[in-house]
């Protein structure tokens, strides 16, 4: 099956810039989607097709994919951005989803 | 605005069947073009894909829990429903329902708040 491989964890001081990697083998030619879990909380979807953006999700949050990595990037970092974020993206050969083993992003 | 709702026992003793339900409210679930899908989160762990339905009844299963597991929905109360057989502690998990942010399986832009399944004798 498809692995997606995530950093365990990123620490970053507020008003800084937080990027999360998920890489996958060829990852750039599948559409990558991000959560946001904040703790006791259910995930938020943050990113959807590489780079966009639900309504009410704040311009602070981005996305790129290319190659074997897919980053999202978190900018102008707030102690509300402290959470879990996990990558997933649809393993064609399996036909099912799949989410990338989470990165903690811890805020200074 | 629509919300997602699961409910279940939160104790299952090893060998038993688990059984959750998710009630959707502010959209029916057969008016949509939406899949409908199970979600679990062991403690202290990442998040694991169990299974989808599709409002037309395709039926899908992650293989680690397939031939356990049965996802089904019922439309006259506008809920959908997941049931995992002879669990063990390994079963131990927060159960998220959810929905697809579009018509593809994935992403999913619509979660419930989660309930806790414990296995335990």
């Known amino acids: 099956s498809y692995v997606l491989t995530q950093p365990p964890s990123v620490s970053v001081a507020p008003g800084q810039t937080a990027r999360i990697t998920c890489g996958g083998n060829n990852i750039g030619r599948k559409s990558v989607h991000w959560y946001q879990q904040r703790p006791g909380q259910a995930p938020v979807l943050v990113v959807y097709d590489d780079s966009d953006r639900p309504s009410g999700i704040p311009e602070r949050f981005s996305g790129s994919n290319s190659g074997n990595t897919a980053t999202l990037t978190i900018s102008r970092v707030e102690a509300g951005d402290e959470a879990d974020y996990y990558c997933?993206?649809?393993?064609?050969?399996?036909?099912?989803?799949?989410f990338g083993t989470g990165t903690r992003v811890t805020v200074l | 605005q629509l919300q997602l709702q699961e409910s279940g026992p939160g104790l299952v003793k090893p060998s038993e069947t688990l059984a959750l339900t998710c009630s959707v409210s502010g959209g029916a679930i057969s008016s949509s073009s939406h899949y409908w899908g199970w979600i679990r989160q062991p403690p202290g762990k990442g998040l694991e894909w169990i299974a989808s339905?599709?409002?037309?009844?395709?039926?899908y299963y992650n293989p680690s829990v397939k031939s356990r597991d049965t996802i089904s929905v019922d439309t006259s109360k506008n809920q959908f429903s997941l049931k995992l057989s002879s669990v063990t502690a390994a079963d131990t998990a927060v159960y998220y329902c959810?929905?697809?942010?579009?018509?593809?399986?994935?992403?999913?832009?619509?979660w419930g708040q989660g309930t806790l399944v414990t296995v335990s004798s």
């Open positions: 997933q993206v649809w393993d064609s050969s399996s036909d099912l989803p799949v």
């Open positions: 959810a929905r697809s942010w579009g018509t593809a399986m994935i992403p999913l832009g619509h």
């Open positions: 339905i599709h409002y037309s009844g395709s039926t």
